[in-house]
């Protein structure tokens, strides 16, 4: 009995044996399977990474070489701009040169003048004479005018033309290097996605976005025009008026201050004397000075204003009070200004003048003592009348200058105060010198021979100082319109792919086709009627932008007036930067790139039955 329940032990632990076997296989293939997965998942994420890198390194790049081409456009217009200035620095010259030329002459003019009304009204008795006693003046004010006059005008002229060549050579590499840009972009889309992976490709989607960009950063290279990031502005009849008065509407506003409105910074004398009061009557004199006439137009004050004699007196008895005054002086004002004329054609023109200024005025008002119980008499008294008397005088210098094609239209400056007064530094006001200058009775001394007005001297050659003048081509940037409107003047649907944005939308086919074929909540749409494509590529995108920012942390660079500056070809602070896609990105690479078109099942099934009713059609 011993022996048979030993033996039958030794049968059920032969038949036990092997069983963690089963176990270890489960749990080996589960490994197995694991592993497998990992690897793949693994090679998946890597292909991923490196294919995003890619994608992401040729989008900043290529933002980063449009950067650059940007800032060399700034730089490039920054120089045109202060070169324009200097020109205008030298008609600015050439027209003072002018008007301190002709300033003996109408000195010598106005003492001829006298001479014949003397000799009139004494019947020639009178045995003076007003042109010898200013003449030590005129003389040697007439030599070095003179000698003045032939320095000045021996430069302007080729220092102005070797500035509007420079110009043309700037505007020329302006050009070149937005031209070159497109080169080196067009070789970065290719150089950067083989460096970073293999076998890349860009997507149907990453073509059109890429065409997108390009031919809105280079539409003013191309015909028919569309919508363009950076346009190209060029003068003459066929070229774009409005892009060319912009440029000259930055180039007036960078004009330095003898440019703009001949501007002063002098201020001797001409201050109040102490006040004499002799009972009735008060009297104040004005000492001999100079002082710069303010400008309500700028902060700069332009031209000054020279007083030689002035004097107010004041009366005041009981019923009334009275006030006169009269001042006597010389003013200077002049500025110039760069304008176009009929033709879209851009003249710089100056204009200067001196001219006597006298001024009579004065007025009154009425007065009545009122005696008030407790209080005592108050006085009170109407409004003052009064009145100002500021004749215009024959001037005693005239000058203008002008370097251009032809005169621009002279009629058209405001002589009131009103629009842009600054205009030539109001020297627009003085009628007499701005119209026309009295021309001075016969026989006229030989030495008057400059005697013009502003009008006379535009309109003759010899004022020219460069007659081949001209604003050149340049760049300039446009302000991005918003998705899903039209731009501007091209009738483009915005839809975010344009500059300064770009796109770059990369595939690949051979990356474990079997993790495009996943289950359950990650299945991808199958095809439908054959609308779509069965091949699902692997493929990611990336974006990036060029964008302004003018750094705000610095005062060198900061505004003065605190204001946010909107983008524009003028100033170097362009960058580019990676940015997050949009919804209409990732909407479109859905169904470009992957295939995957986010309609209702019932939208297929209506393309469905209009494909066979064609196709029965057919």
């Not at 038949?15 to 589960?30: D, E, F, K, N, Y």
């Not at 500025?335 to 009154?364: I, Y």
């Not at 731009?487 to 344009?498: I, R």
């Not at 796109?503 to 054959?530: E, H, W, Y």
Request: net charge neutral; with cysteine.
């Amino acid at each position: 009995m011993a022996i048979y329940q030993s033996a039958r032990l030794s049968t059920l632990h032969a038949r036990q044996s092997g069983q963690a076997i089963v176990l270890v296989l489960l749990l080996t293939m589960v490994g197995v399977l694991g592993a497998l997965a990992l690897v793949s998942t693994g090679s998946l994420t890597s292909e991923k990474i490196q294919l995003q890198n890619a994608a992401d390194a040729t989008a900043y790049s290529v933002s980063t070489i449009e950067a650059r081409d940007l800032n060399y456009t700034a730089y490039m217009n920054r120089a045109m701009v202060a070169n324009e200035v200097a020109i205008g620095q030298m008609v600015s010259m050439m027209s003072w040169a002018y008007m301190t030329r002709s300033t003996p002459e109408f000195i010598d003019d106005y003492a001829f003048k006298m001479d014949i009304i003397v000799a009139i009204a004494s019947l020639g008795t009178a045995t003076g004479s007003v042109s010898s006693a200013v003449r030590p003046v005129t003389a040697p004010l007439r030599a070095v005018s003179n000698a003045v006059f032939k320095v000045v005008d021996k430069f302007t002229g080729p220092v102005s033309n070797g500035l509007s060549v420079m110009n043309k050579m700037y505007s020329v590499s302006q050009q070149g290097v937005h031209l070159g840009s497109f080169i080196f972009s067009a070789s970065t889309l290719f150089d950067i996605p083989q460096e970073n992976t293999d076998d890349a490709e860009y997507s149907m989607f990453g073509s059109v976005a890429l065409a997108r960009h390009f031919t809105s950063y280079y539409a003013d290279l191309l015909t028919p025009k569309l919508y363009s990031f950076v346009n190209s502005y060029a003068p003459g009849p066929r070229g774009d008026l409005e892009g060319m008065q912009r440029l000259a509407s930055v180039i007036n506003d960078s004009r330095d201050g003898f440019t703009q409105n001949r501007q002063c910074g002098v201020q001797i004398g001409g201050d109040p004397l102490p006040t004499l009061n002799l009972g009735i009557l008060r009297v104040s004199f004005t000492t001999p000075g100079v002082n710069c006439r303010p400008n309500r137009f700028s902060s700069q004050a332009g031209g000054w204003d020279a007083t030689l004699f002035g004097i107010h007196v004041e009366i005041d008895v009981f019923l009334l009070v009275a006030d006169f005054y009269v001042r006597a002086g010389i003013g200077r004002q002049g500025g110039t200004d760069l304008r176009s004329n009929d033709k879209g054609e851009f003249t710089w023109t100056a204009a200067d003048t001196t001219d006597p200024r006298v001024a009579v005025g004065g007025g009154f008002k009425l007065c009545l003592g009122i005696k008030i119980p407790f209080v005592g008499t108050i006085r009170v008294c109407t409004p003052r009348v009064g009145f100002n008397f500021d004749p215009p005088l024959p001037p005693f210098g005239v000058g203008a200058a002008m370097a251009g094609k032809s005169s621009p239209n002279l009629n058209d400056i405001p002589h009131e105060g009103e629009a842009r007064d600054i205009m030539y530094g109001s020297a627009s006001r003085n009628l007499l010198a701005w119209n026309f200058v009295l021309p001075p009775f016969k026989p006229t001394p030989a030495a008057i021979k400059h005697i013009k007005s502003i009008k006379q001297q535009m309109k003759s050659s010899d004022r020219n100082i460069f007659r081949s003048y001209g604003l050149r081509a340049y760049q300039d940037t446009e302000e991005v319109p918003a998705i899903a409107t039209t731009a501007n003047d091209s009738g483009d649907w915005m839809t975010g792919m344009e500059a300064p944005y770009l796109i770059i939308a990369l595939v690949k086919d051979d990356v474990v086709r079997d993790s495009q074929n996943a289950s359950g909540r990650f299945q991808l749409d199958t095809p439908r009627n054959g609308l779509l494509n069965s091949d699902v590529p692997f493929g990611v995108m990336g974006k990036s932008e060029v964008y302004y920012s003018r750094p705000g942390d610095l005062n060198y660079f900061a505004r003065p007036d605190n204001r946010v500056e909107k983008s524009n070809g003028f100033n170097p602070y362009w960058q580019a930067r990676l940015v997050d896609t949009s919804y209409l990105d990732r909407v479109a690479a859905l169904g470009f790139q992957h295939g995957q078109i986010p309609l209702p099942s019932d939208v297929y099934g209506i393309i469905g039955q209009a494909q066979k009713l064609v196709a029965a059609l057919n």
